[in-house]
């Protein structure tokens, strides 16, 4: 905070206040006072706490004021791409083959050759989640690491709905998005010190990163060379929930029980680490 | 020594974005127009709308009908397959109009005389997109009426309970128009961002808590066939976008770099993690009853009136209704769950340094979340879009179109969807001026110690009570019988109570909120 160590009168104080309130050069010098008071009332409000606050349009809307207007168009462009992210999402080929219209009046049972729309929106979810997926790598600070990794994993549920793969989708949602982002969220919160949490891994740690790194890329690329992909012509018709469920208590109980189990351990774990202290 | 600080800014001309003067001129001028009116024939122009509105939807659904039938159809079965097959492949304009034409001549009824208007009104509707953009449209217009009339209905209902008027003066009759004014007072505001904020996430978070919202009516069905994505896991989904908006309001608290914010931020993370599991439990019973996770085939299985709603199925279901609705006011942040924004603790909790319409987001999410909330309930345990009487009752109705209309009107139709939805929203408001707000700590007790094992217990009961009912013993179909229609005679007792408590209210009000609130009260 600015001093003026020369003034030591109430009535100054309050001249320049008044001033302040009028807040212009040449009405100062209409007061009788010189241009030395105007600077000083100049850089009292420069340095004032007050500025902190400042208008968040005021930059910009000198340099560009068309950009101004586009401040109320976000919301209408940001809805308008989820929803048409999320409706012509299933319809890649599970809504569409329940759409009336598509299967039951062309006698045709297959997807409906919606080819252009849908390779655009694979690409745009396809680009959201590799440039997401490197922006939880890049970025320094642990919250915006955390929301880089929602939304990677919303796009990845995104990728599902398309596959028709709907309950995969909703339940990447809701367990990932949803429930693990905000558990993560929740913890960085209680745990740092200060509002910025900055991730900084020892070089060390970065060498042994790349190399797991690297060994898991070695990995999947020969995965997928190694794969024979199939066409769409083979691919079931959507999956039906009850199918999914049925399967996962005849065929695969045992798997599912492990890994039940294996949840089951990890939450007694957690449980008794956290009462060791008392 | 003097310390000189200027606490105030200069004075700066109002800088408006250039949308937001057209878009306040817009809205004044329908003000101004609709005010006089509306100050006068306040009661018809309430029922015209509502009548309105169920024709105009009413209208569509017997528009997609007709041309399903008599021209998609009938392109279909025509002599040339060539033709039924263009329409579907991209890069065509479909039937052209006056081919639907024909088809309409040919379908004969009283559109014929006008098969060559018809034809080219009637084309674009045979392309999905066409029907997708409609729908939309009108989603997202419901989507902003929700917020604007709970809002003022809130205020006037909060008036009410503490013995004063609520809004009065805006637009006349009852301040009906108060929330409009708010918008457009919030359009006009200035947007601030705190220095310290994290300012990427502090401007994107309003959409993160507003877009989850929106996109829950997707899959939300308000009727059979009302429904904008007939999705075969509605129910996960609607539950999984709703877990999104909750890192909405996470986020906000956190970019404002505001410990108030903060705290209503962990409070908020500390809710969810807590109200979550117990409010999937609650909402899997009614799944386990019907087998399905599609809001449409439960909302069907319910169709035998009062009796048939899967909360009198048995007492499992009927303990778990009131156990979701108490896990979904912590889920739409409603009293006593209010501790995200706390006002008398915390200023305002997640959203203190937000203002203009980036605040309003938030409460456009809140309140569509609580018709959300309030639609899961009544689809998953009131019967949805079933009305009280048996849809079999109907079975001897004629089938013509008033007939038909009649029926959605009395037995299955989206306004009862709606109505029941209206309810609970003031069901939630309330409970928000009527009961004190909680700690969080007895928020965690009551979601996870209470709440959380209650509804594990029912789950189980419920799953017993189902694979006990899937064996054919009279025995067991009698005491599933009496226990439904008790608990029904139950459910029928409160349903009863709730107009002869309000009517008493309305009878003694000179008593309850004194002369005041008398003499401007409707009806006195």
Not at chain 2, 208 to 216: D, T
Not at chain 2, 315 to 332: D, H
């Given at each position: 905070?600015p001093?003026?160590?020369?003034?030591?009168?109430?009535?100054?104080?309050?001249?320049?206040?008044?001033?302040?309130?009028?807040?212009?050069t040449?009405?100062?010098?209409?007061?009788?006072?010189?241009?030395?008071?105007?600077?000083?009332?100049r850089?009292?409000?420069?340095?004032?706490?007050?500025r902190?606050?400042?208008?968040?349009?005021?930059?910009?809307?000198?340099?560009?004021p068309?950009?101004?207007?586009?401040?109320w168009?976000?919301?209408?462009?940001?809805?308008?791409?989820?929803?048409?992210?999320?409706?012509?999402?299933?319809?890649?080929?599970?809504v569409?083959?329940?759409?009336?219209?598509a299967?039951?009046?062309?006698?045709?049972?297959?997807?409906?050759?919606?080819?252009?729309?849908?390779?655009?929106?694979?690409?745009?979810?396809?680009?959201?989640?590799?440039?997401?997926?490197?922006?939880?790598?890049?970025?320094?600070?642990?919250?915006?690491m955390?929301?880089w990794?929602?939304v990677?994993?919303?796009?990845?549920?995104l990728?599902?709905?398309?596959?028709?793969?709907?309950?995969?989708?909703?339940?990447?949602?809701?367990?990932?998005?949803g429930?693990?982002?905000?558990?993560?969220?929740?913890?960085i919160?209680?745990?740092?010190?200060?509002?910025?949490?900055?991730?900084?891994?020892?070089?060390?740690?970065?060498?042994?990163?790349?190399?797991?790194?690297?060994?898991?890329?070695?990995g999947?690329c020969?995965?997928?060379?190694?794969?024979?992909?199939?066409?769409?012509?083979e691919?079931m018709?959507?999956?039906?929930?009850?199918?999914?469920?049925?399967?996962?208590?005849?065929?695969?109980?045992?798997p599912?029980?492990?890994?039940?189990?294996?949840?089951?351990?990890?939450?007694?774990?957690?449980?008794?680490?956290?009462?060791?202290?008392? | 020594?003097?310390q000189?600080?200027?606490?105030?800014?200069?004075?700066q001309?109002?800088?408006?974005?250039?949308?937001?003067?057209?878009?306040v001129?817009?809205?004044?001028f329908?003000?101004?127009?609709?005010?006089?009116?509306?100050?006068?024939?306040?009661?018809?122009?309430?029922?015209?709308?509502?009548?309105?509105?169920?024709?105009i939807?009413?209208?569509?659904?017997?528009?997609?009908?007709?041309?399903?039938?008599?021209?998609?159809?009938?392109?279909?079965?025509?002599?040339?397959?060539?033709?039924?097959?263009?329409?579907?492949?991209?890069?065509?304009?479909?039937?052209?109009?006056?081919?639907?034409?024909?088809?309409?001549?040919?379908?004969g009824?009283?559109?014929?005389?006008?098969?060559?208007?018809?034809?080219?009104?009637?084309?674009?509707?045979?392309?999905?997109?066409t029907?997708?953009?409609?729908?939309?449209?009108?989603?997202?217009g419901?989507?902003?009426?929700?917020p604007?009339?709970?809002i003022?209905?809130?205020?006037?209902?909060?008036?009410?309970?503490q013995?004063?008027l609520?809004?009065?003066?805006v637009?006349?009759?009852?301040?009906?128009?108060?929330?409009?004014?708010?918008?457009?007072?919030?359009?006009?505001?200035?947007?601030?961002?705190?220095?310290?904020?994290?300012?990427?996430?502090?401007?994107?978070?309003?959409?993160?808590?507003?877009?989850?919202?929106?996109?829950?009516?997707?899959?939300?069905?308000?009727?059979?066939?009302?429904?904008?994505?007939?999705l075969?896991?509605?129910?996960?989904?609607?539950?999984?976008v709703?877990?999104?908006?909750?890192?909405?309001?996470?986020?906000?608290g956190?970019?404002?770099?505001?410990?108030?914010?903060?705290?209503g931020?962990?409070?908020?993370?500390?809710?969810?993690?807590?109200?979550?599991?117990?409010?999937?439990?609650?909402l899997?019973?009614p799944v386990?009853?019907?087998?399905?996770?599609?809001?449409?085939?439960?909302?069907?299985?319910?169709?035998?009136?009062?009796?048939?709603?899967?909360v009198?199925?048995?007492?499992?279901?009927?303990?778990?209704?009131?156990?979701?609705?108490?896990?979904?006011?912590?889920?739409?942040?409603?009293?006593?769950f209010d501790?995200?924004?706390?006002?008398s603790?915390?200023?305002?909790g997640?959203?203190?340094?937000?203002?203009?319409?980036?605040?309003?987001?938030?409460?456009?999410?809140?309140?569509?979340?609580?018709?959300?909330?309030?639609?899961?309930?009544?689809?998953l345990?009131?019967g949805g879009?079933?009305?009280?009487?048996?849809?079999?009752?109907?079975?001897s109705?004629?089938?013509?179109?008033l007939?038909?209309g009649?029926?959605?009107?009395?037995?299955?139709?989206?306004?009862?969807?709606?109505a029941?939805?209206?309810?609970?929203?003031?069901?939630?408001?309330?409970?928000?001026?009527?009961?004190?707000?909680?700690?969080?700590?007895?928020v965690?007790?009551?979601?996870?110690?209470?709440?959380?094992?209650?509804?594990?217990?029912?789950?189980?009961?419920?799953t017993?009570?189902?694979?006990?009912?899937m064996?054919?013993?009279?025995?067991?179909?009698?005491?599933?019988?009496?226990?439904?229609?008790?608990?029904?005679?139950?459910?029928?007792?409160?349903?009863?109570?709730?107009?002869?408590?309000?009517?008493?209210?309305?009878?003694?009000?000179?008593?309850?909120?004194?002369?005041?609130?008398?003499?401007?009260?409707?009806?006195?």
């Open positions: 905070m001093y003026a160590n020369d003034v030591n009168n109430d009535l100054f104080l309050n001249r320049m206040i008044f001033n302040a309130m009028a807040n212009s040449h009405r100062t010098r209409a007061e009788g006072l010189g241009l030395r008071d105007a600077a000083l009332i850089c009292a409000q420069t340095f004032d706490h007050s902190r606050l400042k208008p968040a349009a005021q930059g910009r809307a000198k340099i560009f068309a950009l101004d207007c586009l401040r168009l976000n919301p209408v462009v940001g809805l308008v791409c989820l929803a048409v992210l999320v409706v012509w999402g299933p319809g890649a080929s599970s569409a083959a329940a759409d009336t219209l299967s039951d009046v062309a006698g045709v049972t297959q997807a409906v050759p919606g080819g252009v729309l849908e390779a655009l929106l694979f690409y745009l979810v396809a680009g959201t989640t590799v440039i997401s997926s490197l922006g939880v790598c890049i970025a320094k600070n642990i919250v915006r955390a929301v990794l929602f990677a994993l919303g796009s990845v549920a990728l599902y709905l398309l596959l028709a793969a709907n309950f995969l989708g909703a339940i990447q949602l809701l367990v990932y998005s429930g693990t982002l905000v558990l993560l969220i929740f913890g919160m209680l745990t740092s010190k200060s509002p910025w949490v900055r991730f900084e891994p020892h070089r060390l740690e970065l060498l042994g990163a790349a190399v797991i790194c690297g060994a898991l890329l070695v999947l020969a995965a997928l060379t190694g794969t024979t992909w199939h066409g769409m012509e691919v018709p959507g999956t039906s929930v009850a199918a999914l469920g049925r399967r996962l208590l005849t065929v695969y109980l045992v599912f029980e492990v890994a039940g189990v294996l949840l089951m351990i990890v939450m007694v774990g957690a449980a008794h680490l956290a009462r060791q202290e008392k | 020594m003097t000189i600080s200027v606490p105030w800014q200069p004075t001309p109002v800088r408006y974005g250039l949308l937001s003067r057209p878009i001129g817009v809205a004044v329908i003000y101004r127009m609709a005010a006089p009116f509306v100050r006068r024939f306040p009661g018809p122009i309430l029922i015209g709308a509502v009548v309105g509105v169920c024709l939807v009413w209208l569509h659904a017997l528009t997609y009908a007709y041309v399903d039938a008599r021209i998609l159809g009938a392109a279909s079965v025509s002599a040339d397959p060539a033709a039924a097959i263009s329409w579907t492949s991209p890069g065509t304009w479909g039937l052209p109009p006056s081919t639907v034409a024909a088809l309409i001549e040919s379908a009824g009283p559109a014929a005389a006008w098969s060559s208007i018809l034809g080219y009104l009637l084309w674009p509707l045979q392309f999905s997109l029907r997708d953009l409609l729908g939309l449209g009108g989603l997202f419901l989507f902003n009426l929700i604007i009339y709970t003022w209905w809130e205020r006037k209902v909060a008036g009410r309970i013995s004063r609520g809004p009065m003066r637009g006349g009759w009852h301040g009906w128009s108060q929330s409009v004014a708010d918008g457009i007072k919030l359009i006009l505001k200035e947007d601030l961002i705190p220095d310290g904020a994290d300012r990427i996430l502090f401007r994107a978070a309003p959409y993160f808590a507003l877009v989850p919202a929106g996109l829950a009516f997707l899959a939300l069905p308000f009727g059979a066939a009302y429904v904008f994505r007939e075969d896991v509605a129910l996960v989904f609607i539950l999984g709703l877990g999104i908006e909750v890192v909405g309001i996470i986020m906000a956190w970019a404002s770099n505001n410990k108030w914010s903060v705290y931020a962990m409070r908020e993370a500390c809710q969810m993690v807590s109200y979550e599991i117990p409010m999937g439990m609650a899997l019973i386990v009853s019907v087998g399905s996770l599609s809001l449409s085939v439960i909302g069907e299985a319910q169709s035998e009136g009062w009796f048939s709603w899967l009198f199925s048995n007492p499992f279901t009927f303990v778990a209704f009131v156990a979701y609705f108490i896990a979904s006011l912590a889920s739409c942040k409603r009293a006593p501790l995200p924004e706390a006002e603790e915390l200023v305002a997640f959203h203190t340094e937000y203002s203009g319409l980036r605040w309003a987001f938030f409460f456009f999410a809140e309140y569509a979340v609580m018709f959300i909330v309030g639609g899961l309930a009544s689809i345990f009131l879009w079933n009305s009280p009487f048996p849809a079999s009752w109907g079975a109705w004629s089938d013509g179109i007939m038909q009649l029926k959605g009107l009395v037995f299955n139709g989206p306004i009862w969807f709606v029941k939805c209206v309810f609970f929203l003031y069901v939630q408001i309330w409970l928000r001026w009527t009961l004190p707000r909680i700690r969080i700590d007895q965690l007790y009551a979601c996870v110690q209470v709440l959380l094992p209650l509804t594990m217990l029912l789950l189980l009961g419920n017993l009570w189902v694979w006990a009912s064996s054919d013993s009279p025995a067991w179909a009698g005491v599933d019988r009496i226990v439904t229609y008790g608990l029904g005679l139950i459910g029928l007792a409160f349903a009863l109570m709730f107009p002869a408590i309000a009517a008493y209210g309305f009878y003694f009000r000179r008593r309850l909120v004194g002369n005041l609130v008398q003499d401007a009260m409707p009806g006195s």
